[in-house]
């Protein structure tokens, strides 16, 4: 299965970003061969827009699911209609999460963060 990490860098070691839209970078894995690329987050100091540019990033890599730590509703909308499953990771590096999701240990996210979380909009 192919699926993308949000990351604060751009390895394995890297720490899982809990911020989906302005997340870092990528790791785009196929979980079978723990082969991966790294794709860096252009839109994550984005004005605004940064969650749709996210989803749609990873959406062009043909990924079935994503591990994030929170979703924004427009993000959530473009994975949703990409047919992607979202799940919530752990504050733990991108191949401890990967290792998780593997053994079925991560949930999947149904909610979505208020808009602008990941720039301190919280209400």
């Known amino acids: 299965m192919k699926i993308a990490v949000s990351a604060t860098g751009n390895t394995l070691e890297s720490q899982l970003d809990l911020r989906f839209g302005r997340a870092a970078a990528f790791i785009i894995m ?63 590096s991108v191949k401890d999460n990967v290792e998780q999701f593997k053994k079925g240990g991560l949930t999947k996210i149904n909610t979505t963060v208020p808009p602008h979380f990941g720039m301190g909009g919280r209400r």
């Open 30 to 92: 196929d979980t079978e061969t723990m082969d991966f690329e790294a794709v860096d987050n252009s839109g994550a100091v984005a004005a605004g827009g940064a969650g749709i540019s996210a989803a749609q990033l990873v959406a062009d890599k043909d990924v079935e699911a994503v591990i994030t730590g929170n979703v924004g509703p427009n993000a959530m909308n473009v994975l949703k209609a990409a047919n992607i499953e979202i799940y919530r990771g752990n504050a733990a």
